[in-house]
């Protein structure tokens, strides 16, 4: 349906009866039970287009992976930050120049600090880069 979207000129109104129809919710949140909102605050991330104030989407049941940007409880506040894994240690990626990557543990699921993995950021101001390139 969203193929079909001519974008270089006014969408007319259509009655979709008979076609599939687009569900917000399955879309962003395909785990309810495990589906977080959370609200951004600070300029850290505008390069992966996280921007302050910015709404966030975590989904606690994806299981992370280097380059995504996840939530972890550290010292006692939340931290979004992309995951990097160097020889076999999870870090959080510094987001200042001359800051240091901060280790985290997740391997034992029990006491791990991962709160969850931002899958969509609201208002969408530019390229979201959610994961890093390759």
Known sequence: MLDDLPLDQPLPFRDHAGQEVL?????????PICTFYMRVAGHGLCSR???????LVIDRSVEPEPGF?????????FLLRPLLVERGQCLLAPLRHGEEPIPVAL????SSPLFGVAVHSHPYRGPLLLRAPP
């Open 49 to 55: 287009g996280v921007f302050d104030g910015d709404l």
């Open 23 to 31: 569900d917000l919710n399955a879309l962003l949140v395909p785990h």
């Open 107 to 110: 391997e034992d699921a029990d």
């Open 69 to 77: 940007l996840v939530v972890v409880a550290h010292q006692g506040v």
